[in-house]
């Protein structure tokens, strides 16, 4: 019953670590690209060519996984508003 412990009498703890990666997605939506580091490039592998990082589009940038979440309920909320107004 460890777990059940946790949850009950931890629900502060996660409740706290919940909001603080809300707050750190509203405020700081990108991190850096697991990829290339954020650089924006890839060297190839005998680290003589360069190109461009396709995951992030070589900006350098991806957005967090909280932030993704919250655009897609946004989306997902926006277009009920619009169809129950038709």
């Known amino acids: ?4 412990d946790l949850l009950v009498k931890g629900w502060p703890f996660i409740l706290l670590i919940t909001v603080s990666y809300g707050l750190m997605c509203l405020i700081w939506p990108f991190k850096a690209c697991r990829v290339c580091k954020g650089s924006g490039r890839i060297t190839s592998r005998l ?3 360069i190109r461009l990082c396709p995951p992030c589009e070589a900006s350098g940038l991806r957005l967090r996984a909280g932030r993704k979440a919250w655009n897609s309920l946004n989306r997902l909320y926006r277009a009920n508003r619009r169809n129950r107004r038709s």
């Open 47 to 49: 680290g003589r060519g």
């Open 1 to 4: 019953m460890p777990l059940f």
